[in-house]
């Protein structure tokens, strides 16, 4: 059970970035997926999440109106599409999966099985 995640880079400011979280073993539309980020110096922070039952994805203040969120059953792969990307968003971005469905979509001990990470650098 493994969740890759991929798609970062150096991008500058109003760029976009799409991102990959890759899961191999288990059926993600089985899950809720989260996706997080950690700037250094700074805790692990919700960004955005989608659960195995449908419905609207959710975002944190601090991207909504940017990001998007979406799942393709078919190719066992969610995608996180950020746009208008800002300085702050530089981080580590890691996506999370939930077999139980998560309430509190944004605290990640509630995620079982972690991506390893892929690093997204906004900069001029």
């Known amino acids: 059970v493994q969740l890759q995640a991929s798609g970062g880079g150096l991008v500058q400011p109003g760029g976009s970035l799409r991102l990959s979280c890759a899961a191999s073993g288990f059926a993600l539309n089985d899950y809720d997926i989260a996706w997080f980020r950690q700037a250094p110096g700074k805790e692990r922070e919700g960004v955005s999440y989608?659960?195995?039952?449908?419905?609207?994805?959710l975002f944190a203040d601090s991207v909504a109106g940017r990001f998007s969120a979406s799942r393709d059953n078919a190719q066992n792969t969610v995608y996180l599409q950020m746009n208008s990307l800002e300085r702050e968003d530089t981080a580590v971005y890691y996506c999370?999966?939930?077999?139980?469905?998560?309430?509190?979509?944004?605290?990640?001990?509630?995620?079982?099985?972690w991506g390893q990470g892929t690093l997204v650098t906004v900069s001029s």
């Open positions: 999370a999966a939930s077999r139980t469905r998560v309430v509190l979509w944004y605290r990640p001990r509630l995620y079982t099985t």
């Open positions: 989608i659960s195995s039952s449908g419905g609207r994805p």
